[in-house]
């Protein structure tokens, strides 16, 4: 068996070992074997990551220019750049995600750090339409201070980008907790980030599970806020976690996000698009299109052609470039795929095609592409998130109806519409209550483009313009510009 490979971690500009040495195996999902060994955090490494975040914010880091601080950021970006190649690699072994995909999205990642190195010198404070004489009053954005970035196994770049970016732009420091799941990649991270020469301390990345890491990391009284990416049960933890050191949280939580196609649809771009929606990064995205309504004129002619296209996809090794569908990131994923599905079928649900584990690999958590056909949408795998390739797919009739189906799931992320009525993409677009909606296209990201839910996929938008401000405070300052004394020293003026 290969040696595994060893990871440390970076806290205060230094690599390493948890105290007492813990440590615990990584997974490749292609063959369930272990492939590398990282450390395991404990209260005691957190307080140390947290501690040398405080350093470094109270020392050079919150003072220095702007532009200085962009700088670092433009450097992180084209590091990430540079060694794209290298980082997609780290990630395709360790989540079995596609290498097609982790190298591309660990290059476009740079531009989100290029995106906020622009605006770190551009937020400005403002002067009041004070009401009172004699006084000036201004208002200035000050940094947060040690912020605690929680990111989950899936689309980590992406998601650590989001929440790091803004964070350095405007002054804070940081701990990242990488997943337990596949931590690899943000350590691999950590060392570009090194490269850059930028202030120790300012950067941390730990990993470890969410007992003791990540409760002894939302607890620190020196955490000034968290930015948490995850599922809602974690969410709740989180959230309880805050009322120990009351600091400010941002959750960014899963999805079932709907998708409607009416009968004027373009059904080739739809087909394309919905199946990038759900069987894209196999269906283990937090806006993964999983529940699709189709107006019943089309219903059985669409789902023939979707149906088709799905049987079409490639499923195969992570690292090839023909493959379509790698395996699930973990047993886990699989086993509660499998529960969903069978009582599905139980209630009704009839499978159009996949539904059983993939015979490519019985090592690795292959699980096909799989459509399932629901009379309703209370069906298990029509209802809950499975985190994985299964379409569960309802009919309806008329706008109206869709809108409200729609709208009936307890999450509020992502959504989409096909029509080629440009009015009636607006209307329902409008009408869906999600953070997210994708007309005509799905599965997008941007810097300049706000990422998040409503209901129960959460509150506070990542990426954009107006994020950069969730990671700074207010501060008003108060003047008094007279010569002479203020007068009644118990007067309120
Ligand atoms: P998860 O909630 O199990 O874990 C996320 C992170 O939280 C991990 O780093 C984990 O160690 C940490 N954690 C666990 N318990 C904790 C605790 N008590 N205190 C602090 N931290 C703790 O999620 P996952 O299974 O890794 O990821 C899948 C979920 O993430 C899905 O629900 C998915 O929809 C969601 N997700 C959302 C987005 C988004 O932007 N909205 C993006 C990707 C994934």
């Given at each position: 068996m290969p040696e595994l490979k060893k990871y440390k971690m970076f806290i205060n500009g230094e690599w390493v070992d948890s105290e007492g040495k813990k440590t615990f195996e990584t997974l490749n999902p292609e063959n369930n074997k272990p492939w590398a060994v990282v450390p395991e955090a404990s209260a005691k490494d957190v307080d140390k990551a947290v501690k040398s975040a405080q350093k470094a914010f109270e020392g050079e880091w919150s003072k220095i220019l702007p532009r200085e601080r962009a700088k670092y950021l433009r450097a992180i970006g084209s590091k990430l750049r540079d060694n794209a190649e290298l980082l997609g690699k780290v990630e395709t072994v360790d989540t079995g995600k596609l290498y097609r995909e982790t190298y591309k999205q660990a290059h476009y990642i740079a531009e989100y750090y290029d995106y906020y190195a622009g605006l770190a010198d551009k937020i400005e404070g403002t002067v009041l339409p004070i009401d009172k004489p004699n006084i000036q009053a201004i208002t200035t954005r000050i940094p947060i201070g040690v912020i605690a970035a929680i990111v989950p196994w899936n689309s980590q770049m992406f998601l650590t980008a989001t929440k790091l970016a803004p964070a350095l732009a405007m002054g804070n420091t940081i701990v990242i907790k990488a997943s337990e799941l596949a931590p690899a990649t943000m350590f691999e991270f950590a060392k570009l980030i090194e490269e850059t020469g930028i202030?120790?301390?300012v950067v941390n990345v730990i990993t470890g599970f969410g007992d003791p890491c990540g409760k002894a990391l939302t607890t620190h009284n020196l955490v000034e806020k968290v930015a948490f990416t995850g599922g809602p049960e974690t969410a709740r933890h989180i959230i309880r976690n805050s009322a120990e050191n009351l600091s400010e949280v941002s959750l960014e939580l899963g999805g079932k996000s709907p998708v409607a196609v009416f009968n004027d649809a373009h059904q080739e771009n739809a087909v394309n698009g919905i199946t990038a929606g759900i069987f894209g990064a196999s269906g283990q995205?937090?806006?993964?299109?999983s529940r699709l309504y189709l107006q019943k004129e089309i219903y059985n002619e669409f789902l023939d052609k979707l149906t088709a296209r799905a049987e079409k996809i490639k499923i195969g090794a992570p690292m090839d470039p023909e493959t379509e569908m790698g395996p699930l990131s973990n047993f886990k994923q699989l086993e509660v795929i499998e529960k969903n599905i069978k009582l599905t079928v139980e209630q009704g649900g009839k499978i159009k095609c996949g539904g059983k584990r993939h015979?490519?690999?019985?090592?690795?958590y292959y699980f096909p592409p799989t459509i399932i056909e629901c009379?309703?949408?209370?069906l298990p795998v029509a209802e809950n998130e499975l985190f994985g390739p299964v379409l569960s797919v309802m009919k309806f009739d008329t706008e109206k109806e869709v809108i409200e189906k729609m709208n009936d799931n307890q999450f509020g992320l992502s959504s989409g519409v096909y029509t080629s009525d440009l009015a009636r993409g607006l209307r329902v677009s409008n009408a869906i209550r999600a953070g997210i909606t994708f007309v005509n296209t799905y599965r997008l990201i941007s810097p300049s483009a706000p990422f998040g839910g409503i209901k129960d996929s959460g509150y506070g938008k990542e990426a954009g313009i107006d994020s950069i401000k969730d990671y700074t405070r207010v501060k008003t300052i108060w003047y008094y510009t007279s010569e002479e004394p203020t007068l009644d020293p118990f007067a309120i003026r």
């Amino acid at each position: 068996m290969p040696e595994l490979k060893k990871y440390k971690m970076f806290i205060n500009g230094e690599w390493v070992d948890s105290e007492g040495k813990k440590t615990f195996e990584t997974l490749n999902p292609e063959n369930n074997k272990p492939w590398a060994v990282v450390p395991e955090a404990s209260a005691k490494d957190v307080d140390k990551a947290v501690k040398s975040a405080q350093k470094a914010f109270e020392g050079e880091w919150s003072k220095i220019l702007p532009r200085e601080r962009a700088k670092y950021l433009r450097a992180i970006g084209s590091k990430l750049r540079d060694n794209a190649e290298l980082l997609g690699k780290v990630e395709t072994v360790d989540t079995g995600k596609l290498y097609r995909e982790t190298y591309k999205q660990a290059h476009y990642i740079a531009e989100y750090y290029d995106y906020y190195a622009g605006l770190a010198d551009k937020i400005e404070g403002t002067v009041l339409p004070i009401d009172k004489p004699n006084i000036q009053a201004i208002t200035t954005r000050i940094p947060i201070g040690v912020i605690a970035a929680i990111v989950p196994w899936n689309s980590q770049m992406f998601l650590t980008a989001t929440k790091l970016a803004p964070a350095l732009a405007m002054g804070n420091t940081i701990v990242i907790k990488a997943s337990e799941l596949a931590p690899a990649t943000m350590f691999e991270f950590a060392k570009l980030i090194e490269e850059t020469g930028i202030p120790k301390g300012v950067v941390n990345v730990i990993t470890g599970f969410g007992d003791p890491c990540g409760k002894a990391l939302t607890t620190h009284n020196l955490v000034e806020k968290v930015a948490f990416t995850g599922g809602p049960e974690t969410a709740r933890h989180i959230i309880r976690n805050s009322a120990e050191n009351l600091s400010e949280v941002s959750l960014e939580l899963g999805g079932k996000s709907p998708v409607a196609v009416f009968n004027d649809a373009h059904q080739e771009n739809a087909v394309n698009g919905i199946t990038a929606g759900i069987f894209g990064a196999s269906g283990q995205s937090c806006i993964a299109g999983s529940r699709l309504y189709l107006q019943k004129e089309i219903y059985n002619e669409f789902l023939d052609k979707l149906t088709a296209r799905a049987e079409k996809i490639k499923i195969g090794a992570p690292m090839d470039p023909e493959t379509e569908m790698g395996p699930l990131s973990n047993f886990k994923q699989l086993e509660v795929i499998e529960k969903n599905i069978k009582l599905t079928v139980e209630q009704g649900g009839k499978i159009k095609c996949g539904g059983k584990r993939h015979s490519y690999s019985n090592e690795g958590y292959y699980f096909p592409p799989t459509i399932i056909e629901c009379d309703n949408h209370n069906l298990p795998v029509a209802e809950n998130e499975l985190f994985g390739p299964v379409l569960s797919v309802m009919k309806f009739d008329t706008e109206k109806e869709v809108i409200e189906k729609m709208n009936d799931n307890q999450f509020g992320l992502s959504s989409g519409v096909y029509t080629s009525d440009l009015a009636r993409g607006l209307r329902v677009s409008n009408a869906i209550r999600a953070g997210i909606t994708f007309v005509n296209t799905y599965r997008l990201i941007s810097p300049s483009a706000p990422f998040g839910g409503i209901k129960d996929s959460g509150y506070g938008k990542e990426a954009g313009i107006d994020s950069i401000k969730d990671y700074t405070r207010v501060k008003t300052i108060w003047y008094y510009t007279s010569e002479e004394p203020t007068l009644d020293p118990f007067a309120i003026r």
